[in-house]
């Protein structure tokens, strides 16, 4: 399946358009940010669209790269010699050469191809490698994802206009085709999970919830609703909350009802008794009444009945 086609990108048959569409992907390549990796520091330094117009007779001659090089065909069929390794690639796959490793390649028929090169550097901002595959780094590269996303990023490249989203968006593909094609390639090594890494999990997962109990404290809060807007089961949320904040979810949620509906006597004490209740998410004002004797041992009507003298 080509990437690139006469019926679809038509106007990449003109020389101006490749221009343009080189000159998009130079703006990606210079507002693209770094990306970190385990103990890596990746950066894209280039990035390349051209047609393979060499042939057996006109090759590029062998030649190699300070940075690690990905070659994506976007049509056509293409023939890298690696290491002395010939290896055929076609549309929509792709081939990681490392740096300082002479390669060269050849197209018989013409076709589209996609440059990549990668700037790999560790924490310090000393020129680092990454964790080559042996097995896995002179094989070809192909997925459905890989696929999609190059035909997304193809798509709007050529697009007679651009605005700040379309790059946005051409900016996140190219950095998921980075990220999904070194992953089939890379190995790292396994690490220890750090121990509080599961507690800040937790913390995420209490602050997410508690946001989304606050901000929906006047509906209908029901606990499978909770569960799945947290991602986990409904007895673990349950273990969550009692660690952060020593209650159950349906005890906090019961008690930022309270505290709202005292608020809004104190504002109003005049208010009615029932709009309260329903504007602070309970059932019904016999529900606030239970709520309010248990904390203040007085019900909400002679509560604001205080209030109302005081004012």
């Known amino acids: 399946m080509h990437i690139v086609s006469k019926a679809r990108h038509a106007q990449l048959w ?174 790292f090594p396994k690490k220890a999970q750090p121990k509080d890494t599961n507690q800040l999990r937790k913390n995420l997962i209490f602050e997410q919830t508690s946001a989304f109990i606050k901000s929906n404290i006047n509906h209908a809060l029901q606990a499978k609703e909770l569960s799945i807007q947290a991602g986990i089961g409904f007895r673990q949320l349950t273990r969550i909350f009692l660690n952060s904040c020593g209650e159950a979810p349906h005890q906090y949620i019961l008690r930022l009802r309270f505290e709202q509906a005292r608020a809004l006597i104190d504002k109003n004490p005049l208010k009615p008794i029932k709009e309260i209740a329903y504007e602070c998410g309970f059932y019904s004002p016999s529900h606030l009444t239970t709520t309010f004797k248990k904390n203040l041992g007085i019900s909400p009507r002679a509560y604001a009945t205080q209030m109302t003298r005081r004012k």
């Open 14 to 187: 003109k020389p101006s358009a490749i221009t343009v569409s080189n000159a998009r992907l130079s703006d990606l390549v210079i507002s693209s940010q770094e990306f970190q990796v385990d103990s890596l520091r990746l950066n894209c330094a280039g990035c390349h669209l051209g047609p393979g117009i060499f042939t057996n007779k006109q090759k590029p001659g062998m030649h190699l790269h300070d940075e690690v090089q990905i070659e994506i065909p976007l049509s056509g069929h293409f023939y890298f010699t690696v290491e002395d390794k010939e290896i055929p690639l076609g549309a929509g796959q792709a081939l990681v050469i490392p740096p300082h490793t002479p390669h060269d390649w050849n197209t018989p028929r013409g076709g589209f191809m996609l440059g990549i090169l990668i700037k790999v550097k560790d924490l310090l901002g000393t020129g680092a490698n990454l964790p080559f595959s042996l097995k896995k780094r002179q094989r070809p590269i192909e997925s459905p994802t890989l696929t999609s996303h190059l035909q997304q990023l193809m798509d709007l490249l050529v697009r007679r206009s651009s605005t700040p989203f379309t790059q946005a968006i051409c900016s996140s593909l190219l950095k998921a085709l980075i990220a999904e094609i070194l992953d089939s390639v890379c190995v």
